[in-house]
């Protein structure tokens, strides 16, 4: 496995940077594919012709609702969905110099495609009926031809199709989270493509924060979602012998926003009953997550923004949605972790320059942030004054890390707490032994 482009060039891309530079390809180069993948997709109306001009401003004209909705207006959508996903596969758009068809490069066209999705709630506003009635039909066929586009041979085409498709998902388009599950789960498929897919997947997820629920009707979606994010981070990443620190960094890279969109579904596992009397816990992403945060029994060493944004994740789930979810025990394993945390910050502090090595200041903000959002999340009285009294004692030591290097330890009294004051719990699911971290603990009294 060879790099294409130099680190900076590739991180950018992965980064967000310049979401429509599709040279910046990832820092992952694969190995050449068999050429099975389709090529460019033929369009039924090309509405780059002067002909086909007015079914584009009747398309326009639905896109700002200032035409009613007919059954002609489908074929239209149509079009459109076509006309704004297969310009991806025409390979005159792919060169490096503007001599394409009306000097439009794909960035360009990428660009005209985004600006077609609908924003739900513009301004903080509900949009209109006929606005969500475009955005319902236009989506369902918009997916499902950048469904086609994310199987071309062309890599950029496949790259800009992802950066569509995660942005539909932010915008509350479902369907299109069954597109980005075969992206990731494609084994050829180029782990900066799924980068998008698993940015696409955080963003869904994150809409169902707060009063707003679930953000996924389809829960058989939402199941198949989340039982392959938890696939993905708990599978030993795909290296090269003697891989470059340049390769680790951009895989690391994904890793973590694969981590972090695990974290934003919110479900600490689910309940299924396998009889009258036994229940059985599946898709234990409370237990996949605290796993991560403490580097237990993980196939690769996780990097420590891994371990941070699997923390995040830890105070991200929701007690209520299990029943079976012991809070407490989750949040003394999230205190061992900042005790940790803290005291591996001062090393670097001590050590100089190594202190440059990791974003500290950022990680501890984000870290203090998450907290406040766990506070309450306890399930029950008992549960939720643990988790209170953990982070007003976790609080401060995130706050001395973010106003400079500490000169003490100043992790020394939540180390002592959590050591007087195990959980009352001693698994993190009731009735299920072996969900431990590390070597199980005693149940406090």
Known sequence: MNLRFPVSRSLQMLCGTMVFAWACMPVLAQAPQADNRPGRLILEKDWGQKEAGDELKQFQALRKAEQPFAESSKTILEHGAQWYAYRLTFSDYHDSKPSARDKKMLHDITKEALDQIVDPKPGGKAASPALLQFKEEFEKRFVKRLQEVSKNRLEAARLNAAIILAKLAEKGCEESADVLVEIIKDPTENEGVKLWAFRGLRQLFAQGYGENGTPMKNKEREAKCI???????????????????????????????????????????????VDKKTIKIDRMTALVLLKLMRADGQPAEPTLAEQVNAAIGVCHLQAKLLEQYNPDYAAYQLGQFIVQFSAHYREAANAGDNKKKEPWKSMAARLGQALKELKGEGGNRESSAYIDKMCALAEPILTDIIAGPPKSPVEKSL??????????????????ANAVVGTPEKAGQ
């Open 415 to 432: 180390a002592e707490w959590l050591e007087k004051n195990l959980p009352k719990h001693a698994t993190l699911y009731q009735g299920v």
């Open 227 to 273: 039982a392959t994010l938890i696939e993905y981070v708990t599978s030993k990443p795909k290296l090269p012998e003697g891989a470059t620190p340049e390769e680790v960094a951009a895989i690391t890279y994904v890793r973590r926003e694969a981590i972090a969109a695990l974290g934003n579904t919110r479900f600490p596992g689910v309940a299924i009953p």
